[in-house]
T-cell receptor, first 115, second 114 residues
Framework: NAGVMQNPRHLVRRRGQEARLRCSPM?????VYWYRQLPEEGLKFMVY????????ESGMPKERFSAEFPKEGPSILRIQQVVRGDSAAYFC?????????????FGQGTRLTVV | DQQVKQNSPSLSVQEGRISILNCDYT??????FLWYKKYPAEGPTFLIS?????DKNEDGRFTVFLNKSAKHLSLHIVPSQPGDSAVYFC?????????????FGTGTRLTIIP
């Protein structure tokens, strides 16, 4: 059973371009979470999705950022018109259900560098 | 507003001794707490968790203690091993679901000295 798969591992974009980060949850997991880690900081919650639904996007910046988790395929975090401040490590996590004690498993992250 | 604080950015411990990592929180709504371990260029790996209805949870060499009145938790690793060298994150969540919308501390880098 493969773990949470994120790709690409490293992504370089010029200012103004779009960044698309992909996350395939573990098999049987229908809950996906995205977190961002800025240099020297802890992980910050961005968004929680279930298949085809955004459950909680309270951590997402209001502009340029969007996320989806379609019925088929990976979850996508999309950043439009990237700026230098978007440079960070973006981690995806998944869990099988929504109940206490159900740990979330993290992927290895995508390191976005905006030049 | 840092709701979960790890005030020690780094800690060095001799192999075989006890490592104690500390975490403080300010949000009294937090009712589930977790510790994650992270190696460079990898994602966080779940270590151990504790519900607010308990004050201690143990799993092998790892024990987490929770002091609700002080809003403080700690992770004890004994005996410490070289493979324990990593960054440790404390995390917390509010509500009844545990693993959603985790609030992380800034991490403590633990170095085990052989």
């Amino acid at each position: 059973n493969a773990g949470v798969m994120q790709n690409p591992r490293h992504l370089v974009r010029r200012r103004g371009q779009e960044a698309r980060l992909r996350c395939s949850p573990m098999k049987g997991h229908s809950h996906v979470y995205w977190y961002r880690q800025l240099p020297e900081e802890g992980l910050k919650f961005m968004v929680y999705l279930q298949k085809e639904n955004i459950i909680d996007e309270s951590g997402m910046p209001k502009e340029r950022f969007s996320a989806e988790f379609p019925k088929e395929g990976p979850s996508i975090l999309r950043i439009q018109q990237v700026v230098r401040g978007d440079s960070a490590a973006y981690f995806c996590a998944s869990s099988p259900r929504r109940e206490p004690g159900t740990e979330a498993f993290f992927g290895q992250g995508t390191r976005l560098t905006v030049v | 507003d840092q709701q979960v604080k790890q005030n020690s950015p780094s800690l060095s411990v001799q192999e075989g001794r006890i490592s104690i990592l500390n975490c403080d929180y300010t949000n009294s709504m937090f009712d589930y707490f977790l510790w994650y371990k992270k190696y460079p260029a990898e994602g966080p790996t779940f270590l151990i968790s504790i519900s607010s209805i308990k004050d201690k949870n143990e799993d092998g060499r790892f024990t987490v203690f929770l002091n609700k009145s002080a809003k403080h938790l700690s992770l004890h690793i004994v005996p410490s091993q070289p493979g324990d060298s990593a960054v440790y994150f404390c995390a917390a969540s509010a509500g009844s679901f545990g693993n959603e919308k985790l609030t992380f501390g800034t991490g403590t880098r633990l170095t085990i000295i052989p």
